[in-house]
């Protein structure tokens, strides 16, 4: 994976939820919930053990989706904070992708939470990535899908 260092997010989105920190994690940090808030994710498999948070270290696959276009990829828990952060890289044929990362903030009212995206990918990489997944703008994308995911998860969490 790309050394991500110190640098920012290439996206970041952020929305309040009326759950604990700790509650919201406990969300997130299992991959198989991120399938049913994202547009764009559709499943996970491979996943160790049983439903709940994740440990760093763990891999998992994605399969993902956009109109026609299907894809899978490769993904390692690299961070997994009870009630602080929960994150993970993705590859796909060995090469980096990204990474993907939910920060958990406590507020007055919940949790801010927010989904942050790096784009590791490489010329070749973005240059599959647009062919293979239909999508040529992908800051644009995600910071749109990002939202969606976030605004269902937010939905998913209040309801619970």
């Not at 760093?56 to 956009?66: D, I, L, M, Q």
């Not at 040529?136 to 309801?159: F, K, P, Q, V, Y």
Request: net charge negative; aromatic share 8%; proline share 5%.
């Amino acid at each position: 994976m790309s050394s991500i260092g110190t640098r920012a997010p290439d996206v970041s989105v952020s929305v309040q939820v009326r759950r604990t920190p700790e509650a919201v994690w406990d969300a997130v940090a299992d991959p198989r919930r991120i399938a049913s808030w994202s547009p764009e994710a559709h499943g996970v498999s491979g996943h160790d053990g049983a439903a709940g948070p994740t440990a760093v270290g763990t891999t998992f696959s994605g399969s993902n989706r956009h109109g026609v276009f299907r894809w899978t990829t490769r993904c390692q828990v690299v961070e997994s904070t009870p009630g602080a952060a929960f994150a993970f890289d993705v590859t796909y044929l060995g090469m980096s992708v990204a990474r993907w990362r939910y920060a958990l903030s406590p507020v007055d009212d919940g949790t801010l939470v927010e989904e942050q995206w790096w784009d590791t990918r490489g010329a070749p990489m973005k240059a599959l990535g647009a062919v293979g997944t239909g999508v040529g703008d992908r800051r644009s994308h995600n910071e749109r899908t990002m939202r969606a995911t976030l605004d269902a998860l937010a939905a998913d969490l209040e309801e619970a």
